[in-house]
């Protein structure tokens, strides 16, 4: 099937570790990927991870992926009030179909506490 | 460079109306990609268009229609309207039509039904 699970809220303050998580059904993914998405705006990309990998760093930003328990985690190292903002999960399927799509969670709210 | 831009940003129209949404992905980027944001969830596929062709549609009805132009902008219509489309829109494109390093979303086009 294809799902994406997040868990809808995380508060965290200031300078803290923020640790988003998901958990995906889809094996076949060969991508995933984190979003960020700003009241009002469109989707930015973050990082993403290939599926032969299990960690990804990008200076404050680190992606974990568990691919046996299809389970992947953002974390965001010293949270700055500007990272307050709905983060998403997606994977990547299509290798089998042909049509590359991508498959979002609902969202984690991320509020950053001054 | 110009990202993805999308048009217009913002649309209210009436139950049983027809609407267009426009998209010029990034000069270069040969896959168009749209995608259906209802408010509190993630973004739902509609359609993949690469190379001027139709790669897949997600389950949306046959109200929902697009393509691609010689240039790589698109297209997305929605015809009879229903309160239920009210949505944001969001258009991604690609150098591939696999999308494998992220695509790049626009800002999207806010529909309000009424």
């Known amino acids: 099937g294809e799902d994406v699970e997040q868990s809808l809220f995380l508060s965290v303050r200031e300078g803290d570790s923020s640790v988003i998580n998901c958990t995906y059904t889809?094996?076949?993914?060969?991508?995933l990927y984190w979003y960020k998405q700003e009241p009002g705006a469109g989707l930015q990309l973050l990082t993403y991870?290939?599926?032969?990998?299990d960690m990804k760093q990008d200076q404050r930003l680190t992606v974990l992926l568990n691919k046996k328990d299809k389970h992947l985690s953002l974390r965001i190292a010293d949270t700055q009030t500007g990272d307050s903002a709905i983060y998403f999960c997606?994977?990547?399927?299509?290798?089998?179909?042909?049509?590359?799509?991508?498959?979002f969670g609902t969202g984690t709210r991320l509020k950053v506490l001054a | 460079d110009a990202g993805v831009t999308q048009s217009p940003t913002h649309l209210i129209k009436t139950r049983g109306q027809h609407v267009t949404l426009r998209c010029s992905p990034i000069?270069?980027?040969?896959?168009v990609s749209w995608y259906q944001q209802v408010l509190g969830q993630g973004p739902q596929f509609i359609f993949q268009?690469?190379?001027?062709?139709?790669?897949g549609r997600g389950n949306f009805p046959d109200r929902f229609s697009a393509r691609q132009f010689p240039n790589y902008s698109s297209e997305l219509n929605v015809n009879a309207l229903l309160l239920g489309d009210s949505a944001l829109y969001l258009c991604?494109?690609?150098?591939?039509?696999?999308?494998?390093?992220?695509?790049?979303f626009g800002s999207g086009t806010r529909l309000t039904v009424v």
């Open positions: 991604a494109s690609s150098s591939s039509d696999r999308g494998s390093t992220g695509y790049t």
């Open positions: 997606a994977e990547s399927l299509g290798a089998t179909s042909g049509t590359y799509k991508y498959i």
């Open positions: 889809d094996s076949s993914s060969t991508y």
């Open positions: 268009y690469y190379e001027k062709e139709e790669r």
């Open positions: 991870i290939f599926s032969n990998m």
């Open positions: 000069s270069g980027h040969k896959s």
